[in-house]
């Protein structure tokens, strides 16, 4: 018995930046390699050598870069990073959907991953047809899938709707089902990329336990995840993926820690105004935030229960803008998103903004419990949406709730409850 | 380590080789018990890889099954439709190229069963062709979240059509129970005709369908170049109203030996002429061969292209 499940060394893929962008269309290519003489001919008459420089390496992209690591058998690995940092690029490569530009990795045992939860269901086929479909996609054998089909029937909920068009089902019907079938894979290497964000909390619930009795088995799981809360409660080890580089590997604890630390510590350093990773095209662009409490003055840390106003400071390119809604989106440490200001909400949309300016946003009895939390700020500018907005920074700060008088007794809630609500208790004769 | 492609082709040739070799030194012993997978740069150049596709024969089979029963799941409209396409395209050739243009069938063959005889191959081969090249593309999301040979994927597609050709043949016995034909013993040959319409229809389906995931463009060309490769093959005619010098030109085109062979097994008529039938199997199995050597070269980057 090997008591090695993955042995990767040297992992390393490349892209190049072309890849990244949509398909060409041929007549693109036809009339490239046509008119490729005639640019030839420009170049040297600018005095540009006949051929065409090779690509350069800025056009190629290291989204894994020297990634060795070894995994034991019935070990649950945790691995956390950035978005972009090159962990669903790992997930790709050990579960084979991409190739690796350099290195290898050696894996023993069947490979199962959430990646695939759900593939080639075919919205035409009932689902007591997608499931062997699914299992077969999979890589089950017909023989296993008849085997487990009533324990996937029953683990899904759903046994009534079998013999129903998958397209009939609701969005969380059909990945109940989709994950039924993946749960009863059986792998000995299991592979997760968050799924587990989809379908209703009690069914996330079934599925977090499901994992646990995959772990206690003594099955290796390899779980990519953003929520440091269960690579804290289900991982043995954790993997700190940065840039493409694995940067740290040891207790989820630690690393967790560390990782935090760093997200922060970025954040304190870098500006507002200097952030690179914002979306939107910017007709307005943030470049400051501060908090006050009630007297005006600006503070750090805001007490829970106390009026604060959050001011962000902005430019614009000078060019008429309608109705800009500003937003903060407030998350706790973890990433869960806790609250929204937006003014589309309050239906205080801004017609005419002066060039530069301060946008305020008033809350009175900030209602969350101590803790740590971040801010996200943007502004949608004519539309209707969050999702084309003007302009957006993720992470814009952090800022630090302490005990404060929420109740006017001097007392605020204790962690791990997060929000607190005016309320008051009496008695009544029944 | 420099990325590769500072390095010129010979350097990288030499490289490669030495990254094998020392990748070879450094994989665990285990990794080559049963159960263990080595994921690594593939070096393969010309290695068609059949052996690979045993271990997903079901695969294969839940794919096909797949692509048949989403195609019949409306019963009725499906298999009226499957029915209809080759009865409708017979008529309409029976009435301009009998009726208006008095183009004859050789021997005593009676007309339509002469052309539906060769429409049946034709119409496996273009649906078959058609749904090759769309397969890739149209199968991103099993491209881009599993492994398995991608290989498996046109294969499916060319093997559902069998189905809609086993619908279309019922048509043909009733034509041939109406002109009272029998087919004599050279209806044995009806599989090995099948089979080369199967890998003409694979082959050039290869080619377009790895074209299409690079260029998305390439389907929209399919009905036309479908239109052409028709008028091409002696569907609506026979091969011997094509002067004979050109008739081993006609062999180039693997359809023509398709359909007068098939043809030939149902109806009789003159057998396939040698020559280009040997040019026809000599032009499926180099279009054939170099695909899949082509498809398992570029198969690797279709999930970072799709």
């Given at each position: 018995?090997?008591?090695?499940?993955?042995?990767?060394?040297?992992?390393?893929?490349?892209?190049?930046?072309?890849?990244?962008?949509?398909?060409?269309?041929?007549?693109?290519?036809?009339?490239?390699?046509?008119?490729?003489?005639?640019?030839?001919?420009?170049?040297?008459?600018?005095?540009?050598?006949?051929?065409?420089?090779?690509?350069?390496?800025?056009?190629?992209?290291?989204?894994?870069?020297?990634?060795?690591?070894?995994?034991?058998?019935?070990?649950?690995?945790?691995?956390?990073?950035r978005?972009?940092?090159?962990?669903?690029?790992?997930?790709?490569?050990?579960?084979?959907?991409?190739?690796?530009?350099?290195?290898?990795?050696?894996?023993?045992?069947?490979?199962?991953?959430?990646?695939?939860?759900?593939?080639?269901?075919?919205?035409?086929?009932?689902?007591?047809?997608?499931?062997?479909?699914?299992?077969?996609?999979?890589?089950?054998?017909?023989?296993?899938?008849?085997?487990?089909?009533?324990?996937?029937?029953?683990?899904?909920?759903?046994?009534?709707?079998?013999?129903?068009?998958?397209?009939?089902?609701?969005?969380?019907?059909?990945?109940?089902?989709?994950?039924?079938?993946?749960?009863?894979?059986?792998?000995?290497?299991?592979?997760?990329?968050?799924?587990?964000?989809?379908?209703?909390?009690?069914?996330?619930?079934?599925?977090?336990?499901?994992?646990?009795?995959?772990?206690?088995?003594?099955?290796?799981?390899?779980?990519?995840?953003?929520?440091m809360?269960?690579?804290?409660?289900?991982?043995?080890?954790?993997?700190?993926?940065?840039?493409?580089?694995?940067?740290?590997?040891?207790?989820?604890?630690?690393?967790v820690r560390a990782y935090l630390a760093t997200t922060r510590a970025e954040l304190g350093t870098v500006?507002?105004?200097?952030?690179?990773?914002?979306?939107?095209?910017?007709?307005?662009?943030?470049?400051?935030?501060?908090?006050?409490?009630?007297?005006?003055?600006?503070?750090?840390?805001?007490?829970?229960?106390?009026?604060?106003?959050?001011?962000?400071?902005?430019?614009?390119?000078?060019?008429?803008?309608?109705?800009?809604?500003?937003?903060?989106?407030?998350?706790?440490q973890?990433?869960?998103?806790?609250?929204?200001?937006?003014?589309?909400?309050?239906?205080?949309?801004?017609?005419?903004?002066?060039?530069?300016?301060?946008?305020?946003?008033?809350?009175?009895?900030?209602?969350?419990?101590?803790?740590v939390y971040q801010i996200?700020?943007?502004?949608?500018?004519?539309?209707?949406?969050?999702?084309?907005?003007?302009?957006?920074?993720?992470n814009a700060a952090t800022f630090e709730?302490?005990?404060?008088?929420?109740?006017?007794?001097?007392?605020?809630?204790?962690?791990?409850?997060?929000?607190?609500?005016?309320?008051?208790?009496?008695?009544?004769?029944? | 380590?420099?990325?590769?492609?500072?390095?010129?082709?010979?350097?990288?040739?030499?490289?490669?080789?030495?990254?094998?070799?020392?990748?070879?030194?450094?994989?665990?012993?285990?990794?080559?018990?049963?159960?263990?997978?080595?994921?690594?740069?593939?070096?393969?150049?010309?290695?068609?890889?059949?052996?690979?596709?045993?271990?997903?024969?079901?695969?294969?089979?839940?794919?096909?099954?797949?692509?048949?029963?989403?195609?019949?799941?409306?019963?009725?409209?499906?298999?009226?439709?499957?029915?209809?396409?080759?009865?409708?395209?017979?008529?309409?050739?029976?009435?301009?190229?009998?009726?208006?243009?008095?183009?004859?069938?050789?021997?005593?063959?009676?007309?339509?069963?002469?052309?539906?005889?060769?429409?049946?191959?034709?119409?496996?081969?273009?649906?078959?062709?058609?749904?090759?090249?769309?397969?890739?593309?149209?199968?991103?999301?099993?491209?881009?979240?599993?492994?398995?040979?991608?290989?498996?994927?046109?294969?499916?597609?060319?093997?559902?059509?069998?189905?809609?050709?086993?619908?279309?043949?019922?048509?043909?016995?009733?034509?041939?129970?109406?002109?009272?034909?029998?087919?004599?013993?050279?209806?044995?040959?009806?599989?090995?005709?099948?089979?080369?319409?199967?890998?003409?229809?694979?082959?050039?389906?290869?080619?377009?369908?790895?074209?299409?995931?690079?260029?998305?463009?390439?389907?929209?060309?399919?009905?036309?170049?479908?239109?052409?490769?028709?008028?091409?093959?002696?569907?609506?005619?026979?091969?011997?109203?094509?002067?004979?010098?050109?008739?081993?030109?006609?062999?180039?085109?693997?359809?023509?030996?398709?359909?007068?062979?098939?043809?030939?097994?149902?109806?009789?008529?003159?057998?396939?002429?040698?020559?280009?039938?040997?040019?026809?199997?000599?032009?499926?199995?180099?279009?054939?061969?170099?695909?899949?050597?082509?498809?398992?070269?570029?198969?690797?980057?279709?999930?970072?292209?799709?």
């Amino acid at each position: 018995m090997v008591d090695v499940a993955i042995h990767a060394e040297g992992l390393s893929k490349r892209y190049k930046l072309g890849q990244i962008q949509p398909y060409r269309a041929l007549r693109d290519t036809i009339s490239d390699v046509i008119y490729a003489p005639f640019r030839a001919g420009a170049r040297v008459a600018r005095g540009g050598p006949l051929i065409k420089p090779k690509e350069t390496p800025e056009g190629r992209l290291w989204a894994l870069k020297d990634v060795s690591f070894e995994v034991k058998r019935g070990e649950v690995v945790g691995v956390i990073g950035r978005n972009g940092a090159g962990k669903t690029t790992l997930l790709k490569l050990l579960t084979r959907i991409t190739e690796p530009t350099e290195g290898f990795a050696a894996i023993h045992g069947r490979v199962g991953s959430l990646l695939e939860v759900g593939t080639g269901f075919h919205p035409e086929l009932t689902g007591r047809e997608n499931v062997f479909l699914n299992g077969a996609i999979l890589g089950m054998r017909r023989s296993e899938i008849k085997e487990r089909f009533d324990a996937i029937a029953e683990f899904s909920g759903i046994e009534k709707f079998l013999d129903t068009p998958v397209k009939r089902y609701s969005t969380g019907m059909g990945v109940r089902l989709a994950f039924a079938v993946a749960a009863h894979l059986e792998p000995e290497i299991l592979l997760v990329d968050e799924v587990l964000a989809v379908g209703d909390a009690a069914f996330q619930r079934k599925c977090l336990g499901k994992m646990e009795s995959v772990a206690t088995e003594g099955r290796t799981v390899f779980l990519v995840s953003h929520n440091m809360e269960s690579i804290n409660a289900l991982c043995t080890r954790a993997i700190w993926i940065d840039d493409g580089h694995l940067r740290a590997d040891g207790d989820p604890p630690d690393i967790v820690r560390a990782y935090l630390a760093t997200t922060r510590a970025e954040l304190g350093t870098v500006s507002i105004a200097d952030r690179s990773d914002r979306t939107g095209p910017g007709p307005i662009r943030f470049v400051g935030l501060e908090i006050r409490d009630a007297l005006g003055d600006t503070i750090e840390t805001i007490n829970s229960g106390e009026t604060v106003e959050f001011v962000l400071s902005y430019v614009t390119t000078g060019e008429p803008l309608a109705h800009v809604s500003p937003f903060m989106y407030i998350r706790d440490q973890y990433d869960h998103p806790l609250l929204v200001f937006w003014s589309k909400l309050t239906a205080e949309d801004f017609e005419v903004l002066p060039r530069e300016g301060k946008l305020v946003c008033l809350v009175p009895r900030f209602p969350l419990s101590p803790g740590v939390y971040q801010i996200d700020v943007g502004a949608t500018v004519n539309s209707p949406t969050v999702r084309d907005s003007g302009d957006e920074v993720k992470n814009a700060a952090t800022f630090e709730v302490v005990t404060g008088d929420f109740f006017g007794t001097g007392r605020s809630a204790p962690p791990p409850i997060t929000f607190q609500c005016p309320h008051s208790w009496s008695a009544e004769d029944t | 380590m420099q990325p590769q492609s500072l390095a010129g082709e010979s350097d990288r040739a030499a490289a490669d080789a030495l990254r094998a070799a020392d990748i070879a030194g450094r994989i665990p012993v285990w990794s080559s018990q049963p159960g263990a997978t080595i994921i690594r740069p593939s070096r393969t150049f010309l290695d068609l890889g059949l052996r690979s596709l045993w271990p997903y024969r079901e695969l294969l089979f839940y794919l096909t099954w797949r692509d048949i029963k989403v195609r019949y799941k409306q019963t009725v409209v499906g298999v009226v439709w499957v029915l209809l396409q080759p009865v409708l395209t017979m008529l309409i050739f029976v009435i301009i190229f009998s009726k208006l243009a008095h183009l004859k069938a050789p021997g005593h063959i009676p007309y339509p069963l002469f052309v539906f005889a060769g429409l049946l191959p034709w119409q496996l081969f273009a649906s078959g062709m058609a749904g090759v090249t769309a397969s890739v593309v149209g199968n991103t999301s099993l491209i881009t979240k599993v492994y398995f040979p991608r290989l498996i994927i046109p294969i499916a597609a060319v093997l559902s059509g069998l189905v809609d050709f086993a619908m279309s043949l019922i048509v043909l016995v009733i034509l041939m129970v109406h002109y009272r034909y029998v087919p004599g013993l050279e209806a044995l040959a009806i599989p090995f005709f099948i089979l080369v319409a199967i890998a003409t229809a694979l082959a050039a389906g290869l080619w377009l369908a790895m074209l299409n995931v690079r260029y998305r463009d390439v389907q929209y060309t399919i009905p036309f170049l479908t239109q052409a490769w028709l008028l091409l093959t002696p569907v609506a005619y026979s091969t011997s109203i094509v002067p004979v010098r050109y008739r081993a030109l006609m062999g180039i085109n693997p359809m023509t030996s398709v359909v007068d062979g098939f043809r030939w097994a149902f109806v009789g008529g003159p057998a396939p002429w040698s020559h280009s039938f040997a040019a026809s199997l000599a032009m499926v199995g180099l279009i054939l061969t170099s695909g899949i050597v082509f498809f398992r070269r570029t198969e690797k980057t279709f999930a970072d292209l799709i």
